[in-house]
């Protein structure tokens, strides 16, 4: 007897910031499938340094297969992200996943970072994720398969990450932390909370503004990410809750040997991502360089 693939067809997601990179790459791989994608972003006109708008996410996931709801939604604003959820329940019936994937950055260091920027990290990143998992869950309780999926980094408390950029490095810890509780707090009712964060630099915006042109060439496609998401999300979501995942070392659990398709530059070195270690990237089959020195 063969099995069907694991599939996410039907599902409803909502996804945060996905009208572009990894929030668009996780929600076209699950349009794939078939599922539904409410696209809860802000940008709902073109920006003039960011490709990408809710209109323009939506075409891409309904010409991949799925269906898209384009919702304008600033993580930060409590009714908007509140009447994005009812109107996915509206639109879809339910709500299976919830995304956040929604983040700000600043790699700077404490003299530098203006308390606007800390106040924006802190409340896209930390209150952003907790609000929209907090509003999803009602919904999420009554899936039979429900998942909430955060990216940010493993726990790992190290100091020269915290001293390299400690407003940055509090607001991702804090989003992981919120799913080490919410995993706890949610166990026995069956929703899967855990965190995804790449091995790799990723080919997004924020590696553009951050290490420039070259760092977008030592990086991998959001791909990667997608489909790492995608196996996690298509877990039954008793099977592993309160984990923090590294994207290659999901894959290769799901039977990937080949990484050389998601090379932005083929047969380059890889910059490793923040908050990996050295212990972690010695366990990948890939070739690392340097890790990218820290801003000024």
Request: glycine letters at 8%; charged letters at 20%; aromatic letters at 6%.
């Amino acid at each position: 007897m063969t099995h069907a693939p694991p599939s996410l067809a039907g599902r409803t997601l909502f996804i945060t910031g996905a009208s572009r990179g990894i929030g668009l790459a996780i929600a076209k791989r699950a349009a794939r499938d078939g599922a539904n994608i409410a696209i809860a972003a802000k940008t709902d006109t073109p920006h003039p340094k960011l490709g990408g708008t809710i209109h323009t996410a939506a075409a891409e996931i309904e010409a991949a297969g799925g269906r898209a709801l384009p919702l304008v939604v600033d993580v930060r604003d409590e009714a908007a992200v509140r009447d994005a959820v009812a109107a996915t329940v509206a639109a879809f019936g339910g709500i299976d996943v919830c995304v956040n994937n929604a983040s700000a950055i600043s790699l700077t260091g404490t003299l530098d970072t203006e308390l606007k920027r800390f106040d924006l990290m802190h409340q896209i990143n930390v209150r952003g994720a907790f609000l929209a998992s907090q509003a999803c869950l009602p919904h999420l309780l009554e899936s039979d398969n429900p998942h909430i999926l955060t990216l940010s980094p493993p726990l790992k408390f190290r100091a020269d990450w915290f001293g390299a950029h400690v407003a940055y490095t509090a607001s991702k810890f804090g989003m992981s932390m919120l799913m080490l509780g919410m995993a706890e707090e949610f166990r026995t009712a069956g929703v899967a909370c855990n965190c995804l964060w790449p091995l790799s630099t990723i080919a997004t915006a924020a590696i553009r503004l951050t290490q420039g042109e070259a760092g977008l060439a030592n990086s991998r496609a959001p791909d990667i990410m997608a489909d790492a998401a995608h196996a996690i999300l298509t877990r039954p979501s008793r099977e592993a809750t309160g984990q923090f995942f590294l994207d290659e070392f999901v894959l290769r659990d799901a039977g990937v040997a080949d990484f050389s398709p998601y090379a932005i530059t083929p047969g380059s070195r890889l910059k490793p991502d923040l908050f990996v270690s050295e212990d972690e990237l010695a366990q990948s089959a890939s070739s690392f360089g340097t890790r990218a020195p820290r801003p000024n």
